[in-house]
């Protein structure tokens, strides 16, 4: 007969896995960064400009958060294709 009444021994996991699309980011993070440009040089509010300068920082900042430094650097440095 099994007891059911003692602690869960199997929940919270030590250690969360999340997949990270870094191509994804990669992209949005460009993306991003070239609406910055044109909000910057094309006379849109100030409050849009500083709000996607803030998303361009908020994003490898994100990433660091999920993934650690070595996601940084992958973000930033694509590896060479084998």
């Known amino acids: 007969m099994r007891d059911d009444t003692g602690p869960d021994t199997d929940w919270p996991p030590y250690e969360m896995v999340i997949p990270i699309s870094l191509s994804r980011i990669r992209i949005r993070l460009f ?3 070239a609406l910055t ?3 910057a040089f094309s006379g849109a509010s100030a409050w849009l400009t500083l709000t996607l300068m803030l998303t361009c920082v908020a ?7 999920a993934g ?7 973000l930033f440095l694509v ?3 084998r």
Do not use: D, N, W
């Open 79 to 81: 590896p060479p294709k």
């Open 31 to 33: 993306a991003f960064a």
């Open 37 to 39: 440009v044109v909000s």
């Open 59 to 65: 994003i490898p900042l994100a990433v660091a958060t």
């Open 68 to 74: 650690g430094r070595e996601s940084v650097l992958s």
